[in-house]
């Protein structure tokens, strides 16, 4: 299994407040993502990092953003917490070796946000 | 628009009988596809992936079948067990891009004893 971790695991916050999780990876992979996940919507992207410092948008990436000084770690920061954002976050991860790889995820953090 | 389409939200099948889980997609430019497994309270776990040079990849009680007329794919779970029971997620994706899946909705697999 890749070295995955999420932190918080739980978090309860009020709306307007800023709130960051973090996913930390001890595999070097490349390529590292945010997703929320959401009864009848799946697995949806919120951002992506393709390296330290290049990062880019997801689908649903309004109100998120991600910072990645390190390879190992991968911020997600909500900048004034809505009802909406009330999800699951995943963090996943992939390497680039060979074409076709699968993801790794996280355990996820459940966020409510009141 | 989704481009990944899981129709069936779920499926009730019984332990020992074959469970067959559904995906449709659009994009004719996917030419990679993987099943992923989520248990309640944890990450998808990687289950098993085909490329589109192939129509069928297995492994152990899991078989993934591609048919890329009709841009389906099936997972055949046989004999389902309880410990399957869990949430399926079809992923597609095309090759020399981003390494940016696109995930369906999900279908929920509950196998009875």
């Known amino acids: 299994d890749a070295g995955i971790t999420q932190s918080p695991r739980h978090k309860v916050t009020e709306t307007g407040t800023p709130v960051t999780l973090r996913c930390h990876q001890t595999?070097?992979?490349?390529?590292m993502y945010w997703y929320r996940q959401d009864p009848g919507h799946g697995l949806r992207l919120i951002h992506y990092?393709?390296?330290?410092?290049?990062?880019d948008k997801g689908e649903v990436s309004d109100g998120y953003s991600v910072s990645r000084s390190k390879t190992e770690d991968f911020l997600l920061t909500l900048e004034s917490a809505t009802s909406s954002q009330t999800s699951v976050y995943f963090c996943?991860?992939?390497?680039?070796?060979?074409?076709?790889?699968?993801?790794?995820f996280g355990p996820g953090t459940r966020l409510t946000v009141l | 628009d989704q481009q990944v389409k899981q129709n069936s939200p779920s499926l009730s099948v019984q332990e020992g009988r074959i469970s067959i889980l559904n995906c449709d997609y659009t994009?004719?430019?996917?030419?990679?596809f993987l099943w992923y497994k989520k248990y309640p309270a944890e990450g998808p776990t990687f289950l098993i992936s085909?490329?589109?040079?192939?129509d069928k990849n297995e492994d152990g009680r899991f078989t993934v079948f591609l048919n890329k007329s009709a841009k389906h794919l099936s997972l055949h779970i046989v004999p389902s067990q309880p410990g399957d029971s869990a949430v399926y997620f079809c992923?597609?994706?095309?090759?020399?891009?981003?390494?940016?899946?696109?995930f369906g909705r999900g279908t929920s697999l509950i196998v009875h004893p």
């Open positions: 994009n004719s430019m996917f030419d990679y």
């Open positions: 595999e070097n992979h490349r390529y």
């Open positions: 996943a991860t992939k390497t680039t070796s060979g074409t076709y790889n699968e993801q790794f």
């Open positions: 085909i490329s589109s040079i192939k």
């Open positions: 990092s393709y390296g330290v410092k290049d990062t």
């Open positions: 992923a597609a994706s095309a090759s020399g891009g981003s390494y940016i899946p696109t």
